[in-house]
């Protein structure tokens, strides 16, 4: 019996080392990440927020439009327009970004890169919904990511700094005081002010 299970725990183990060979898609630590995103003749500068322990990002949009929030513990997204007061309920698919098409993407590993001084590895991707690559370190911050998506062409983003530090509770949750809006029909997928850039 021994040896039926031992036999077993063996053949299992390249099928567990295949499984396994994929980025860390959350950041394991509080960080803060500038990118310069660009996608069908545009480009813009962007910040995004991540809160390790909650399992939240802060996405602040560019051009000024107010930031978006992906609770991915509560699988629940919105997105604030400050100048308006408003608050808009969206999909998780369109508030946590690439990270909902990582979550189920075929990955293949490549090489090593070093961007904005911080090591990652680069991972080819293929998802329901997209393909492309992406740079990932070892503790779970994209540095760069470029590729297509279904309605959103292709685009790029790519990290200028990178700043590890405790993240703020207060700057992830539903401000108050602030109308709520419904979300209007056929609104583009990907991230708003910058069309093309991946999801």
């Known amino acids: ?9 063996i053949a299992a183990l390249p099928v567990a080392a295949q499984a396994q060979d994929r980025p860390q898609i959350f950041p394991t630590r509080d960080v803060a990440v500038t990118y310069r995103v660009a996608g069908q003749g545009q480009a813009a500068e962007m910040t995004i927020l991540w ?7 802060r996405m602040n949009m560019p051009q000024g439009v107010g930031y978006m929030i992906a609770d991915h513990q509560a699988q ?14 969206v999909p ?60 959103a062409g292709a685009g790029r983003m790519e990290a200028t700094r990178v700043v590890y530090a405790p993240q703020d509770a207060a700057l992830f949750r539903r401000p108050q005081g602030y109308q709520t809006m419904q979300m209007p029909q056929g609104m583009p997928q990907g991230i708003p002010g910058v069309q093309g850039t991946p999801r």
């Open 1 to 9: 019996m021994r040896k039926t299970i031992a036999a077993a725990l």
């Open 51 to 57: 809160s390790a322990a909650q399992r939240m990002m």
């Open 76 to 89: 629940r997204g919105f997105m604030v327009m400050e100048q308006m007061r408003m608050i808009m309920d």
């Open 92 to 151: 998780m698919a369109q508030a946590a970004g690439m990270q909902r098409d990582f979550e189920n993407a075929r990955f293949t590993r490549g090489g090593q890169e070093k961007i904005a001084g911080q090591d990652c590895t680069v991972w080819r991707y293929q998802s329901a919904s997209g393909q492309g690559e992406a740079c990932v370190t070892n503790d779970g911050v994209m540095l760069r990511g470029q590729g297509t998506a279904q309605g």
